[in-house]
């Protein structure tokens, strides 16, 4: 996921049990967002989205969302297959499933970007908050989590109906390189499971686009939902960066955070 600003304060090394997931159960696709990819008018003054239907029964996964079953890193449990997810957005600070192992690093050729509306959690359908996605930068690094779920097949397709529920808004799930820290040329895992959200605001209308830094400020400023506001979304991801990349915030996030506290 609307449920990622280099990040995490509390990294246990273990979760908790897997819990019913806060953002979206499933959520209806919105028509139109008020933040345009270029500037800050609204498109229209009255709601726009619609809030997500109730959470549906627990069925089986479908075959489109089965668990993608992946190889762990060499020279620890050789060819094995398990599953690794990267978490680059609140996952990285509250991953709400279960997992046996997590690494701290970072993918290539992605950046993160405040351009995916949330209508459900840290926002609402008249509101939409800014959260995480990743858009492809050639140059570009992207630090985060990889989690690693190997306790069997239940456990992994658990982990998988968690992750699909809660991560709604993101319309393709895309395999990456995963990176330690210290050794940027080989990985130390590969095929690495990443929920991303289409940067195209005709086809994927969670899409926000980029906006004036002001505007995003003023949104992630505004921004409320039923589990939280969008600026203790944005705190957590700086608090969370810091943390793990030992890395300056970026300009960006620096000059989001002062404004969205003046506008408070």
């Known amino acids: 996921m609307p449920a990622a600003t280099p990040p995490s304060s509390p990294l246990s090394p273990q979760s908790n049990s897997p819990r019913r997931p806060r953002r979206g159960e499933c959520c209806s696709a919105p028509r139109a967002l ?4 270029g500037g800050g008018d609204a498109v229209e003054s009255t709601p726009i989205l ?3 239907p109730p959470a549906p029964p627990r069925q089986p996964t479908p075959a489109a969302f089965s668990p993608v079953f992946l190889k762990e890193k ?3 449990r050789g060819s094995k297959m398990v599953l690794w997810v990267f978490g680059y957005g609140s996952l990285i600070w509250n991953p709400g499933f279960d997992f046996d192992e997590k690494i701290l690093g970072f993918i290539k050729g992605h950046k993160r970007t405040f351009n995916l509306a949330c209508i459900d959690h840290r926002g609402t359908p008249k509101n939409p908050a800014r959260t995480c996605t990743l858009e492809s930068e050639d140059e570009a690094i992207c630090w985060g989590i990889a989690y690693c779920v190997k306790g069997g097949l239940e456990k992994e397709r658990e982990a998988m109906q968690y992750l699909e529920r809660r991560e709604c808004e993101y319309d393709q799930k895309i395999s990456v390189d995963f990176y330690k820290d210290g050794d940027s040329l080989k990985p130390a895992v590969t095929g690495v499971l990443v929920f991303v959200s289409t940067p195209d605001p005709v086809g994927n209308k969670y899409y926000l686009g980029p906006a004036p830094l002001e505007d ?3 949104q992630i400023a505004t921004a409320n939902g039923p589990n939280g506001n969008n600026r203790d979304y944005l705190f957590s991801m700086e608090k969370a960066l810091s943390n793990i990349s030992k890395k300056p915030i970026s300009m960006a996030m620096r000059m989001i955070r002062s404004l969205s506290l003046q506008m408070r």
């Open 216 to 218: 995003m400020a003023r």
């Open 74 to 76: 060499k020279g620890k």
């Open 50 to 52: 619609t809030p997500p």
């Open 34 to 37: 008020g933040l345009g990819r």
